[in-house]
């Protein structure tokens, strides 16, 4: 006589389970961003419980923002870094500002279309470190923390202003309630290598480097058009020179890091 073994299998496990449906905004509207003022570039990145509000980013900053990684982790053409944008985007109900990555994702694929893979590559890098005698940083004036209890119940805006602006000193980026992790990606934008943050110390500071517009490799040019007529002259110290006066220092190393490569992505997001 047979004998049987009756074996009860999930359903998902049996006849393939769905994949969660990606939570997604609920309305979103993508403009080209007006062009900077001569010699600056202003990018706001902010977000509350209802709406997200981003102001001349490109789009390799919604990339990393979208996948939780750094400036420097995000390899696609030239342009991602230099066509900008204004998106304000509502949350849907129930969501939170956790979940803003994953609808960015959304937002990517479906209206620019984006896809990409991940590598992981040894890469030069450039660690941030204390100098001797120890890191001089100044406290942030006004915390995220304490604009977002200005607002009151249900939190501001959060998220970080950069400036950059330019005189006869030099170019001057500016950052307000930045941690030194901050820090070192804004600074990975002006290196020929990522800068890493390897300090080890928290909080947020307020940031004012003053560097040459070498660095700048044309940013300025691209997002606010020609340079102004009091550009710095050549003495004007260099990225790596510009952390110094805040106890800090670059050093070269290598470690492996986690790239993505945009594999497609369109210049143009389907209409609003």
């Known amino acids: 006589m047979k004998s049987w073994i009756l074996v009860l299998l999930p359903f998902g496990a049996a006849f393939g389970q769905q994949p969660a449906e990606k939570v997604a905004f609920e309305v979103a509207s ?11 570039i202003r990018i706001n990145m902010s977000s509350d419980d209802g709406m997200l509000r981003y102001s001349n980013v490109s789009l390799k900053d919604c990339i990393r923002n979208a996948y939780r990684v750094k400036e420097f982790q995000v390899e696609g053409p030239d342009w991602i870094d230099s066509a900008r944008f204004d998106i304000t985007a509502k949350l ?80 001057h980026l500016k950052a307000s309630a930045t941690t030194l992790a901050g820090l070192a990606e804004m600074i990975s934008r002006f290196s020929e290598r990522p800068v890493v943050d390897m300090t080890n110390i928290q ?64 210049k143009t997001p389907t209409e609003n």
Request: avoid cysteine; glycine fraction near 12%; hydrophobic fraction near 35%.
């Open 203 to 266: 909080g947020e500071y307020d940031f004012d480097l003053v560097f040459s517009p070498e660095a700048m490799r044309g940013g300025v040019r691209m997002a606010g058009g020609s340079m102004p007529a009091d550009a710095p002259s050549e003495g004007a110290a260099t990225i790596y020179t510009s952390v110094e006066k805040y106890g800090l220092k670059l050093e070269p190393r290598k470690a492996p890091m986690e790239i993505l490569i945009v594999d497609r992505i369109e």
């Open 30 to 40: 993508i403009k080209p961003a007006q062009p900077s003022p001569m010699g600056q």
């Open 92 to 171: 849907p109900a129930g969501s939170s500002k956790e979940q803003v990555p994953e609808m960015l994702q959304s937002l990517l694929e479906e209206r620019f279309k984006l896809t990409l893979h991940r590598e992981t590559k040894d890469h030069a890098i450039y660690a941030l470190v204390a100098a001797k005698g120890g890191a001089k940083l100044k406290p942030a004036e006004n915390p995220s923390d304490d604009r977002a209890a200005a607002a009151g119940p249900g939190g501001g805006r959060g998220g970080q202003m950069q400036t950059i602006q330019m005189d006869p000193a030099g170019v």
